[in-house]
C-alpha cells in the first residue's frame, strides 16, 4: 500500500467548522460619502487594510488600501469613498465551512471576504489570519479530542458469520442543492466516530466524502448517489451519477483545474481541488466517466496505518474489492 499523508486534526476543522466562528464579528464600515482622507485615517489608526462600505444596513461594496494608494497618486483624497471602492463583492455565508472561505482566497486572491447572513446582510470579515486563529482556538478547547476509549469497527464484524459482512450507508445527494451541502459526509462522519474508528481514518474518509458529494451537486444533472461501506479492514466509497460526464479525466484529475461555471464559483464551490484532495486522502481510488451518461468515483481508505500497523486490533481477512 502506498504512503499516505497524515492529516491533522486542523484539516479536518477547515471541512468542520462554520465561517460564523472564525470571522471578526466587530467590523469597521465606512458610508458611499465618506472621504478617502477621511478613510485613510480610519485604516491608520485601526491598523487594518480595507473596509467594507454600507449604505444604511446596505452592503454595497469595499474599499481597500490600493484604492487609497490610487486616490493619494491622483490627488484625490476629499473625493467620496463611492468614487474609488470596488462593487465586485466576494463574500461568504456565515453557515458555510472554513473549506468554502479557502477555496474563495485560492480562487480569487484576495486578502479578505465579507461574511453575510442568507439574507445578504453584513455579519463580519475573514482574512487568513482569522481562519488560523479560530482553528487553533477549536482545537485548544478539546486537547484530548485525539483519545479513544477503543476501536470497535472490525470488532463488530465478528459476532456475525457470513462469507462477506459489511455495514452500508447509502445517502442520496440532490444537484445544485447547497443548502444541505455536506450533510451527507457529516452523517458518515458522525457514524464512523460512535463506531470509534480511529480519528485519522475519519479524517480522511471525511474530506474524501465531502469533495465527492459536492462534486455531485456541482457537476451532475441529477445528483447522484453517495455509498459508504464499512468492511472489517477497509472502508469502500462509492459517488455516481448521471451527469454529464468528464471529458478528459488526467486534466480533471490536476489541482488547480476546474470546469464549474462562474455562478458556481461564485458561490464558493469548485476550486478546483476536489479530486486532488480525494486522492491524498485515499489509500486507492478509481474513477470512470462517460461523456453524457455519468461518472462514478470508487475510493479505498484501510482502517488500519499506512504502515501496516493495526493497533489495537486484530488483523482483518477481508480481500480488498477487485
Same mark, same amino acid.
Given at each position: ?19 460564523? &466562528? ?89 486578502? &479578505? ?23 487553533l482556538e477549536a482545537v485548544g478547547k478539546n486537547p484530548h479530542a485525539e483519545k479513544i476509549s477503543g476501536y470497535r469497527a472490525p470488532h463488530i464484524f465478528q459476532d456475525f458469520a457470513s462469507d462477506h459482512t459489511s455495514l452500508v450507508l447509502k445517502y442520496n445527494v440532490k444537484a445544485r ?18 463506531? &470509534? ?5 475519519? &479524517? ?119
Amino acid at each position: 500500500m502506498s504512503q499516505v499523508p497524515k492529516f491533522t486534526k486542523i484539516q479536518e476543522l477547515v471541512y468542520e467548522l462554520p465561517v460564523g &466562528r472564525v470571522m471578526k464579528k466587530e467590523v469597521i464600515t465606512v458610508s458611499p460619502d465618506t472621504p478617502i482622507s477621511t478613510l485613510k485615517e480610519i485604516l491608520r489608526v485601526n491598523r487594518i487594510s480595507g473596509v467594507p462600505v454600507l449604505d444604511g444596513d446596505h452592503l454595497v461594496g469595499i474599499i481597500s488600501i490600493e484604492d487609497l494608494i490610487n486616490a493619494l497618486e491622483q490627488g484625490d483624497m476629499q473625493a467620496p469613498v463611492r468614487k474609488r471602492m470596488s462593487t465586485q463583492l466576494i463574500t461568504v455565508r456565515e453557515d458555510e465551512s472554513v473549506i468554502e472561505a479557502v477555496n474563495k482566497f485560492v480562487q480569487y486572491r484576495v486578502g &479578505r471576504l465579507l461574511v453575510v447572513n442568507k439574507r445578504g446582510g453584513l455579519t463580519g470579515i475573514l482574512t487568513g489570519g482569522n481562519i488560523t486563529r479560530g482553528l487553533l482556538e477549536a482545537v485548544g478547547k478539546n486537547p484530548h479530542a485525539e483519545k479513544i476509549s477503543g476501536y470497535r469497527a472490525p470488532h463488530i464484524f465478528q459476532d456475525f458469520a457470513s462469507d462477506h459482512t459489511s455495514l452500508v450507508l447509502k445517502y442520496n445527494v440532490k444537484a445544485r442543492d447547497f443548502e444541505t451541502a455536506g450533510s451527507a459526509s457529516s452523517k458518515v462522519k458522525r457514524a464512523l466516530g460512535r463506531l &470509534r474508528v480511529l480519528p485519522e481514518v475519519i &479524517r480522511r474518509v471525511a474530506i474524501s466524502v465531502y469533495e465527492g458529494e459536492m462534486n455531485l451537486i456541482i457537476h451532475s444533472d441529477q445528483g447522484g448517489e453517495l455509498i459508504a461501506e464499512l468492511r472489517p479492514e477497509l472502508i469502500h466509497i462509492t459517488l455516481k451519477d448521471q451527469g454529464p460526464g468528464i471529458p478528459d479525466i488526467e486534466r480533471a484529475m490536476t489541482p488547480g483545474f476546474s470546469t464549474a461555471p462562474n455562478w458556481i464559483r461564485e458561490l464558493g464551490f469548485g476550486a478546483g481541488m476536489g479530486l486532488a484532495n480525494i486522492k491524498k486522502c485515499a489509500d486507492s481510488m478509481k474513477l470512470e466517466s462517460k461523456v453524457g451518461v455519468g461518472t462514478q468515483l470508487e475510493i479505498i481508505i484501510h482502517l488500519h496505518s499506512e504502515s501496516g500497523d493495526e493497533t489495537n486490533t486484530e488483523k482483518a481477512k477481508q480481500p480488498e474489492p477487485s
